[in-house]
T-cell receptor
Framework: AQKVTQAQTEISVVEKEDVTLDCVYETRDTTYYLFWYKQPPSGELVFLIRRNSFDEQNEISGRYSWNFQKSTSSFNFTITASQVVDSAVYFCALSLRSGNTGKLIFGQGTTLQVKP | DAGITQSPRHKVTETGTPVTLRCHQTENHRYMYWYRQDPGHGLRLIHYSYGVKDTDKGEVSDGYSVSRSKTEDFLLTLESATSSQTSVYFC?????????????FGAGTRLSVL
Protein backbone atom coordinates (compact mmCIF):
# COMPACT_ATOMS: atom_id res chain seq x y z
CA ALA A 1 0.00 0.00 0.00
CA GLN A 2 1.08 3.55 -0.59
CA LYS A 3 1.20 6.09 2.15
CA VAL A 4 2.51 9.57 2.87
CA THR A 5 3.24 10.68 6.41
CA GLN A 6 3.78 14.22 7.59
CA ALA A 7 4.46 13.72 11.26
CA GLN A 8 4.58 17.42 12.11
CA THR A 9 1.02 18.60 12.54
CA GLU A 10 1.88 22.19 13.41
CA ILE A 11 5.09 24.20 13.43
CA SER A 12 5.49 27.71 14.74
CA VAL A 13 8.58 29.81 14.02
CA VAL A 14 9.58 33.43 14.22
CA GLU A 15 10.21 35.32 11.03
CA LYS A 16 13.67 34.81 9.51
CA GLU A 17 14.10 31.41 11.09
CA ASP A 18 14.75 28.42 8.84
CA VAL A 19 12.19 25.64 9.00
CA THR A 20 12.07 22.11 7.61
CA LEU A 21 8.87 20.24 6.89
CA ASP A 22 9.24 16.49 6.92
CA CYS A 23 7.65 14.04 4.50
CA VAL A 24 8.06 10.27 4.54
CA TYR A 25 6.46 8.07 1.92
CA GLU A 26 5.84 4.37 1.40
CA THR A 27 5.57 2.57 -1.91
CA ARG A 28 6.91 -0.56 -3.52
CA ASP A 29 6.79 0.96 -6.98
CA THR A 30 10.10 1.92 -8.49
CA THR A 31 8.68 4.76 -10.58
CA TYR A 32 6.81 7.41 -8.70
CA TYR A 33 6.50 11.15 -8.30
CA LEU A 34 6.56 13.34 -5.23
CA PHE A 35 4.91 16.70 -4.83
CA TRP A 36 4.57 19.58 -2.45
CA TYR A 37 1.53 21.85 -2.38
CA LYS A 38 0.88 24.97 -0.35
CA GLN A 39 -2.53 25.95 0.98
CA PRO A 40 -2.52 29.55 2.25
CA PRO A 41 -5.28 30.83 4.55
CA SER A 42 -7.32 31.79 1.49
CA GLY A 43 -7.81 28.06 0.87
CA GLU A 44 -6.55 27.40 -2.63
CA LEU A 45 -3.98 24.71 -3.32
CA VAL A 46 -0.80 25.90 -4.97
CA PHE A 47 1.61 23.52 -6.67
CA LEU A 48 5.22 23.99 -5.54
CA ILE A 49 7.32 21.15 -6.90
CA ARG A 50 7.33 17.71 -8.50
CA ARG A 51 10.22 15.22 -8.36
CA ASN A 52 10.45 11.82 -10.00
CA SER A 53 11.93 8.79 -8.29
CA PHE A 54 14.96 8.69 -10.56
CA ASP A 55 16.11 12.20 -9.80
CA GLU A 56 17.58 12.58 -6.34
CA GLN A 57 19.15 15.92 -6.96
CA ASN A 58 18.20 18.50 -4.42
CA GLU A 59 16.38 21.49 -5.76
CA ILE A 60 16.46 25.11 -4.72
CA SER A 61 14.03 27.80 -5.72
CA GLY A 62 14.66 31.08 -3.99
CA ARG A 63 14.12 30.55 -0.27
CA TYR A 64 12.67 27.09 -0.86
CA SER A 65 14.70 23.90 -1.11
CA TRP A 66 13.81 20.24 -1.28
CA ASN A 67 15.86 17.25 -0.16
CA PHE A 68 14.88 13.91 -1.72
CA GLN A 69 16.48 10.80 -0.22
CA LYS A 70 15.34 7.43 -1.52
CA SER A 71 17.38 5.61 1.12
CA THR A 72 15.15 7.01 3.84
CA SER A 73 12.01 7.46 1.67
CA SER A 74 11.91 11.12 2.53
CA PHE A 75 11.19 14.29 0.61
CA ASN A 76 11.74 17.17 3.00
CA PHE A 77 11.03 20.82 2.35
CA THR A 78 13.06 23.64 3.85
CA ILE A 79 12.14 27.31 3.92
CA THR A 80 15.10 29.56 4.56
CA ALA A 81 14.60 32.89 6.30
CA SER A 82 10.88 32.33 6.73
CA GLN A 83 8.41 35.14 6.21
CA VAL A 84 4.90 35.75 7.47
CA VAL A 85 3.60 35.06 3.95
CA ASP A 86 4.90 31.50 4.27
CA SER A 87 2.20 30.80 6.85
CA ALA A 88 0.09 28.06 5.30
CA VAL A 89 -0.71 24.38 5.35
CA TYR A 90 1.80 22.39 3.34
CA PHE A 91 0.98 19.04 1.80
CA CYS A 92 3.32 16.38 0.54
CA ALA A 93 1.87 13.95 -2.01
CA LEU A 94 2.79 10.82 -3.95
CA SER A 95 1.73 9.67 -7.41
CA LEU A 96 2.52 6.33 -8.99
CA ARG A 97 3.41 5.70 -12.60
CA SER A 98 1.71 2.30 -12.53
CA GLY A 99 -2.04 2.10 -13.00
CA ASN A 100 -2.09 5.20 -15.18
CA THR A 101 -4.51 7.03 -12.93
CA GLY A 102 -2.37 9.94 -11.85
CA LYS A 103 -4.18 10.11 -8.54
CA LEU A 104 -2.39 11.78 -5.68
CA ILE A 105 -1.93 10.29 -2.23
CA PHE A 106 -1.62 13.12 0.25
CA GLY A 107 -0.07 13.39 3.65
CA GLN A 108 -2.07 14.87 6.48
CA GLY A 109 -0.50 18.28 6.03
CA THR A 110 1.70 20.47 8.23
CA THR A 111 0.42 23.83 9.39
CA LEU A 112 3.23 26.38 9.45
CA GLN A 113 2.78 29.58 11.38
CA VAL A 114 5.41 32.25 10.93
CA LYS A 115 5.19 34.96 13.55
CA PRO A 116 6.51 38.46 12.97
CA ASP B 1 -4.84 29.94 -13.46
CA ALA B 2 -5.59 26.42 -14.68
CA GLY B 3 -9.06 27.35 -15.89
CA ILE B 4 -10.96 25.37 -13.27
CA THR B 5 -14.21 26.63 -11.84
CA GLN B 6 -16.08 24.98 -9.02
CA SER B 7 -19.68 25.75 -8.20
CA PRO B 8 -21.16 26.46 -5.82
CA ARG B 9 -18.35 27.76 -3.62
CA HIS B 10 -20.38 27.37 -0.46
CA LYS B 11 -23.44 25.29 0.28
CA VAL B 12 -25.46 24.47 3.34
CA THR B 13 -27.90 21.63 3.06
CA GLU B 14 -29.90 19.28 5.22
CA THR B 15 -29.33 15.63 5.90
CA GLY B 16 -31.01 13.42 3.33
CA THR B 17 -31.11 15.93 0.50
CA PRO B 18 -29.30 15.38 -2.80
CA VAL B 19 -26.42 17.70 -3.64
CA THR B 20 -24.50 18.16 -6.87
CA LEU B 21 -21.19 19.94 -7.12
CA ARG B 22 -19.86 21.05 -10.47
CA CYS B 23 -16.33 21.28 -11.77
CA HIS B 24 -15.78 23.04 -15.07
CA GLN B 25 -12.53 23.28 -16.99
CA THR B 26 -11.72 25.32 -20.05
CA GLU B 27 -8.59 23.58 -21.33
CA ASN B 28 -9.83 20.18 -22.54
CA HIS B 29 -7.80 18.08 -20.10
CA ARG B 30 -8.62 14.40 -20.10
CA TYR B 31 -8.14 13.57 -16.42
CA MET B 32 -10.25 15.15 -13.69
CA TYR B 33 -10.46 14.35 -9.97
CA TRP B 34 -12.64 15.00 -6.95
CA TYR B 35 -11.03 15.14 -3.50
CA ARG B 36 -12.34 15.95 -0.09
CA GLN B 37 -10.30 17.71 2.59
CA ASP B 38 -10.83 16.98 6.25
CA PRO B 39 -8.71 17.91 9.28
CA GLY B 40 -6.14 15.26 10.06
CA HIS B 41 -6.65 13.49 6.72
CA GLY B 42 -5.21 15.81 4.14
CA LEU B 43 -6.97 15.35 0.81
CA ARG B 44 -8.52 12.05 -0.14
CA LEU B 45 -9.63 10.98 -3.58
CA ILE B 46 -13.35 10.39 -4.04
CA HIS B 47 -13.65 9.67 -7.77
CA TYR B 48 -11.75 10.44 -10.90
CA SER B 49 -12.40 10.50 -14.62
CA TYR B 50 -10.13 9.62 -17.52
CA GLY B 51 -12.47 10.70 -20.26
CA VAL B 52 -16.07 11.34 -21.19
CA LYS B 53 -18.22 8.71 -19.47
CA ASP B 54 -15.08 7.04 -18.07
CA THR B 55 -14.90 7.24 -14.30
CA ASP B 56 -13.54 5.20 -11.42
CA LYS B 57 -13.64 5.14 -7.66
CA GLY B 58 -11.11 6.57 -5.27
CA GLU B 59 -10.49 5.64 -1.66
CA VAL B 60 -13.55 7.35 -0.15
CA SER B 61 -16.22 6.86 -2.80
CA ASP B 62 -19.06 5.52 -0.64
CA GLY B 63 -22.07 7.83 -0.76
CA TYR B 64 -20.84 9.67 -3.85
CA SER B 65 -21.43 9.30 -7.56
CA VAL B 66 -19.96 11.20 -10.50
CA SER B 67 -20.77 11.88 -14.09
CA ARG B 68 -18.86 13.25 -17.03
CA SER B 69 -20.97 13.76 -20.12
CA LYS B 70 -18.71 16.44 -21.57
CA THR B 71 -14.95 16.85 -21.39
CA GLU B 72 -15.24 20.16 -19.61
CA ASP B 73 -17.64 19.17 -16.83
CA PHE B 74 -17.21 16.69 -13.98
CA LEU B 75 -20.12 16.47 -11.55
CA LEU B 76 -20.02 15.08 -8.04
CA THR B 77 -23.34 14.01 -6.53
CA LEU B 78 -24.20 13.20 -2.97
CA GLU B 79 -27.39 11.18 -3.42
CA SER B 80 -28.51 11.64 0.18
CA ALA B 81 -26.22 13.93 2.10
CA THR B 82 -25.07 12.97 5.58
CA SER B 83 -23.31 15.00 8.26
CA SER B 84 -20.13 12.98 7.66
CA GLN B 85 -19.98 14.51 4.19
CA THR B 86 -19.49 17.97 5.62
CA SER B 87 -16.15 18.86 4.12
CA VAL B 88 -14.28 20.98 1.64
CA TYR B 89 -14.38 19.50 -1.84
CA PHE B 90 -11.69 20.13 -4.41
CA CYS B 91 -11.73 19.38 -8.08
CA UNK B 92 -8.45 18.92 -9.94
CA UNK B 93 -7.26 18.52 -13.50
CA UNK B 94 -4.14 16.72 -14.58
CA UNK B 95 -1.63 18.43 -16.82
CA UNK B 96 1.11 16.43 -18.48
CA UNK B 97 1.56 12.68 -18.77
CA UNK B 98 -0.31 10.44 -16.37
CA UNK B 99 1.77 9.71 -13.29
CA UNK B 100 4.15 12.51 -14.10
CA UNK B 101 1.21 14.83 -14.22
CA UNK B 102 0.87 17.94 -12.16
CA UNK B 103 -2.57 18.39 -10.72
CA UNK B 104 -4.05 21.85 -10.51
CA PHE B 105 -6.93 22.48 -8.22
CA GLY B 106 -10.08 24.52 -8.24
CA ALA B 107 -10.85 26.96 -5.44
CA GLY B 108 -12.89 24.41 -3.51
CA THR B 109 -16.49 24.04 -2.37
CA ARG B 110 -17.27 24.25 1.31
CA LEU B 111 -20.24 21.98 2.04
CA SER B 112 -22.06 21.86 5.35
CA VAL B 113 -24.65 19.15 5.95
CA LEU B 114 -26.87 19.94 8.91
Amino acid sequence: AQKVTQAQTEISVVEKEDVTLDCVYETRDTTYYLFWYKQPPSGELVFLIRRNSFDEQNEISGRYSWNFQKSTSSFNFTITASQVVDSAVYFCALSLRSGNTGKLIFGQGTTLQVKP
Amino acid sequence: DAGITQSPRHKVTETGTPVTLRCHQTENHRYMYWYRQDPGHGLRLIHYSYGVKDTDKGEVSDGYSVSRSKTEDFLLTLESATSSQTSVYFCAISVGGVGANIQYFGAGTRLSVL
